[in-house]
């Protein structure tokens, strides 16, 4: 196993992918599933902003399932705490945003996740997953298929005031080895560029 800090910015990566209940630095995130699990990892990407009305969703939720979209790495499921921080600039860690920006967000596909975000802004600001196109991960999809991935409307998180949190729980979306792009869902965030996805915030699901 490698591990390499990045003690300046808070971060701690580890190469490692079968730790279990690992915590990362950067912010807090647990994660506790079975020993084979990858660990959580983050990284800055860039992703487009797509919308669809009509797609893929989880197994969990009765969406396609393994029937359209075969795993890419054959690990699902598992069950994942992330503590989100978001002010008037953009989304970072839980220990404050000296620690630099949260941009990617990395979880299995199929798992259950409980994310808590608190604002510490002036503003109101809150949390939503984009959907993305899943044909860069799946280029043969069968007849029938949807070929747009959201996550569902659980893990949308409404403008929130300032000094308050708001916790959800949610299922990711079965379609992986793609990039979700994340953002404030107040629409006043829209011409910020830490909160409007422009840079590359995005929930990679492996």
């Not at 490692?16 to 950067?26: Q, T, Y």
């Not at 808590?116 to 029938?144: I, M, Q, S, W």
Request: charged share 15%; net charge negative; aromatic share 6%.
């Amino acid at each position: 196993m490698t591990d390499v800090g990045y003690p300046e910015r808070g971060i701690r990566h580890s190469s490692d992918a079968h730790r279990k209940g690992e915590r990362l630095g950067f912010g807090r995130m647990t994660h506790a599933r079975d020993p084979l699990a990858p660990g959580l990892a983050l990284g800055l990407v860039g992703a487009a902003l797509l919308h669809c009305s009509s797609c893929s969703t989880s197994a969990h939720a009765g969406g396609d399932g393994g029937a359209c979209f075969a795993d890419s790495d054959g690990i699902t499921g598992g069950s994942y705490t992330i503590d989100l921080v978001v002010d008037d600039t953009g989304f970072h860690p839980s220990g404050g945003a000296d620690a630099g920006m949260k941009n990617v967000l990395t979880t299995q596909n199929d798992s259950t996740v409980t994310l808590t975000l608190t604002n510490t802004g002036t503003k109101p600001h809150g949390f939503e997953v984009e959907c993305t196109r899943v044909t860069p991960a799946y280029p043969d999809l069968p007849a029938g298929c949807a070929d747009m991935s959201c996550f569902p409307s659980s893990s949308t998180i409404a403008p929130i005031a300032s000094g308050e949190s708001k916790t959800v729980t949610f299922f990711t979306p079965t379609a992986d080895g793609l990039l979700y792009p994340f953002k404030s869902s107040a629409p006043d965030d829209s011409t910020v560029p830490g909160l409007n996805d422009s840079q590359g915030s995005a929930w990679n699901l492996m």
